[in-house]
């Protein structure tokens, strides 16, 4: 199966093309040469020999992360579809960072790290050797200063943003290379408004006050 991923979620946009195999072609774009999401995806296209009409499935990391990065990817993905009828996955960032981990040989207890902003920080933990990577403790939000007083010198800390709190930490992010191969086992795929962003915080909404008539 032809593959297009998109991980907007982090600092580190990247987009990856796989054609089936093992070869995965990606591009990365650390912020510094501010691509556009169009261009990524036209150049990781060509990397793989690949028209857009051949692409049959668009996986999508769902964060946590950048809100604005992910809605950018749904939007890409759920109009892809529209026009043409591609399948859509969603897979969870911090499942991919886990797994970047594990081709880092990082084993053990491994927790991992995404600024929520507003002095707080998801954090899940993930059980990971050479053949496993498997979620011990789901995704939650966590205080900085709660993090902070519990946190201990001999855990594993990873993520995008991890040396900010946790400066032993191993900076990883999620990748659409991996996002890419982990589509290759999965066969939930889910129409392009189910897609939605892991934001575990509840929404509330102020309503507006009556309109007033000034004479």
């Known amino acids: 199966m032809k593959i297009l991923a998109l991980d907007f979620s982090s600092p580190q946009r990247?987009?990856?093309?796989?054609?089936?195999?093992?070869?995965?072609?990606?591009?990365v774009d650390?912020?510094?040469q501010g691509m556009q999401a169009f261009g990524m995806i036209e150049n990781a296209l060509r990397q793989a020999n690949l028209e857009r009409e051949q692409i049959e499935c668009i996986v999508i990391g769902l964060g946590p992360g950048s809100y604005t990065g992910i809605r950018s990817a749904l939007s890409i993905a759920q109009g892809w579809q529209i026009g043409r009828g591609v399948k859509l996955l969603g897979i969870s960032s911090v499942e991919a960072i886990a797994h970047e981990a594990q081709a880092e040989k990082i084993h053990g207890k491994v927790n991992i790290i995404v600024d929520a902003q507003r002095r707080e920080l998801y954090l899940a933990t993930y059980q990971i050797s050479a053949n496993e990577c498997v979620e011990a403790k789901p995704l939650h939000i966590l205080a900085r200063s709660e993090f902070s007083n519990n946190a201990r010198?001999?855990?594993?800390?990873?993520?995008?943003e991890v040396t900010t709190c946790f400066p032993s930490g191993k900076t990883l992010f999620p990748r659409a290379a991996t996002l890419a191969r982990l589509a290759k086992a999965r066969t939930d795929f889910v129409a392009g408004e189910k897609l939605e962003p892991i934001y575990l915080r509840e929404t509330t909404f102020v309503k507006a006050p009556p309109l007033r008539i000034i004479s």
């Open 153 to 160: 010198e001999t855990e594993i800390f990873v993520g995008p």
């Open 30 to 32: 650390t912020g510094s």
């Open 14 to 27: 990247s987009v990856a093309v796989t054609d089936g195999s093992e070869a995965v072609a990606e591009l």
